[in-house]
């Protein structure tokens, strides 16, 4: 039996952790942390701590009693990390990503200029362990914001790091509007847009 559910401050570490192995195999991870993937979870930590549970909006889904997914959104206007917010998690991103730190940062901030400027639900992650992928639990947390952004009449926005992708989220209405490429002949992400329905 699975539950979607909001996130509280005491799931960030097992939802981290679950968020590190669902992208273990991501090539925009990859890049990020080529030589030590083990610290994706640490990433998706300070993701959460900082910038995504301060807006509430971070779903789980459960299954017999574990946590298994996770989709991190951001509402509209909120998408941009603040820069007291950036300054603050400096220190611990130069910890987690080490030499890659500013490299890493520039794709992001080639990422960021790419965001639409329209007023949209942004969603920045989603992720299932590969252990309960293909039960349906990342589609259950899409539908549970997407229901209410079309109610609202709220278009959504996301980047997909994989191309193979791509077709999973034109299921849910989404459509590529770019190509996104990361420096250093870093890999590709396709941002994508979606119309309330």
Same mark, same amino acid.
């Given at each position: ?12 570490? &097992? ?16 890049? =990020?942390? &080529?030589? @030590?993937?083990?610290? =994706? ?5 300070? =993701?959460? /701590? ?22 991190m959104w951001d ?11 950036? %300054? @603050?998690?400096?220190?611990?991103? =130069? /910890? ?8 890493? %940062? ?6 960021? @200029?790419?965001?639409?400027?329209? &007023? ?10 590969? /252990? ?11 539908r549970s914001r ?8 709220? &278009? ?42």
């Amino acid at each position: 039996m699975s539950e979607v559910r909001d996130v509280t401050a005491a799931d960030a570490d &097992p939802l981290a952790a679950v968020l590190g192995r669902a992208f273990a195999g991501d090539p925009v991870w990859q890049w =990020m942390f &080529p030589r @030590r993937p083990e610290r =994706m979870g640490s990433m998706f930590a300070s =993701m959460l /701590r900082h910038a995504h549970l301060p807006n509430g909006l971070t779903e789980l889904a459960e299954r017999d009693g574990r946590i298994v997914a996770g989709a991190m959104w951001d509402p509209p206007g909120r998408w941009r990390v603040p820069l007291a917010t950036q %300054l @603050r998690q400096l220190p611990g991103l =130069m /910890r987690i990503l080490g030499g890659r730190t500013f490299t890493v %940062l520039r794709g992001l901030g080639e990422v960021e @200029r790419e965001h639409p400027i329209e &007023p949209h639900w942004y969603l920045a992650v989603l992720g299932t362990d590969p /252990r309960a992928q293909g039960l349906g639990l990342g589609s259950a947390l899409l539908r549970s914001r997407l229901t209410r952004c079309d109610e609202r009449r709220f &278009p959504a926005y996301l980047e997909s790091s994989k191309e193979s992708n791509v077709p999973y989220y034109e299921r849910f209405g989404f459509r590529v509007t770019g190509e996104i490429r990361l420096p250093g002949d870093g890999p590709r992400l396709w941002p994508m847009w979606r119309n309330p329905q």
